[in-house]
């Protein structure tokens, strides 16, 4: 399965930017699908996270209000719509699919288990 996520860039503090992942595995709509970021001299966190059939979704702390996940099984794709964006926003957001994930481990980047290649967002001041 490839994972190609788009619409990274370059963003002021307070603006939005729409990250999008389209799969291309048939299976796609029995999957579950998350956004992961890694900043820079941080570790992975998974910011947003959202079930097979959309019925959960998981948001991190830091990005609550914040970020919106949402999928299209039709069109084989997952959203991340960013408002807001701060400074500590800045990282490569991955995106990456969990083939079954407990309600309770969304928030764990150990349950997905495959990775697609990471889209640059910088957010400056």
């Known amino acids: 399965v490839q994972l190609q996520a788009s619409g990274g860039g370059l963003v002021q503090a307070g603006g939005s930017l729409r990250l999008s992942c389209a799969a291309s595995?048939?299976?796609?709509?029995?999957?579950?699908m998350g956004w992961i970021r890694q900043a820079p001299e941080k570790e992975h966190e998974v910011v947003a996270g959202?079930?097979?059939?959309?019925?959960?979704?998981y948001y991190g702390d830091s990005v609550k209000g914040r970020f919106t996940i949402s999928r299209d099984n039709a069109k084989s794709t997952v959203t991340l719509q960013m408002d807001s964006l701060n400074v500590e926003d800045t990282a490569v957001y991955y995106c990456?699919?969990?083939?079954?994930?407990?309600?309770?481990?969304?928030?764990?980047?150990?349950?997905?288990?495959?990775w697609g290649m990471g889209t640059l967002v910088t957010v400056s001041s």
């Open positions: 959202i079930s097979w059939n959309g019925a959960i979704k």
């Open positions: 595995d048939r299976a796609f709509s029995s999957y579950a």
């Open positions: 990456a699919r969990g083939t079954y994930i407990r309600a309770t481990d969304f928030g764990r980047t150990s349950s997905y288990d495959h």
